[in-house]
Nanobody, 114 residues
Framework: QVRLVESGGGSVQAGGSLRLSCAAS????????MGWYRQAPGKQRELVAL???????NYVDSVKDRFTISRDNAKNTVVLQMNNLKPEDTAVYYC????????WGQGTQVTVSS
């Protein structure tokens, strides 16, 4: 069982930045894939970005060149740096860890106003 705790959400105006952090309860060096997902009201949860244990990274097209995902194995933390935020980025953001099973954090709200 991997416990994940997100932090860093909040409210910003369009063009602003936020930094989301996900702290894991155990070493993330053994976790195959860690990622961030988001779910806007009335929409399905979607992948935002993921990073593998080998350092491979993928982003959904809508956040490329604006968001950056990174992992710090020493701190058991995954960070999502979000720049140039847009109103359509408004959602609850969830941290995810994949190791045989899927583990989820409780989510953190990101609200971007125009």
């Amino acid at each position: 069982q991997v416990r994940l705790v997100e932090s860093g959400g909040g409210s910003v105006q369009a063009g602003g930045s936020l930094r989301l952090s996900c702290a894991a309860s155990e070493s993330i060096s053994s976790i195959d894939v860690m990622g961030w997902y988001r779910q806007a009201p009335g929409k399905q949860r979607e992948l935002v970005a993921l990073i593998t244990s080998g350092g491979s990274i993928n982003y959904v097209d809508s956040v490329k060149d604006r968001f950056t995902i990174s992992r710090d194995n020493a701190k058991n933390t995954v960070v999502l740096q979000m720049n140039n935020l847009k109103p359509e980025d408004t959602a609850v953001y969830y941290c995810n860890a994949q190791r045989v099973h899927n583990f989820w954090g409780q989510g953190t709200q990101v609200t971007v106003s125009s």
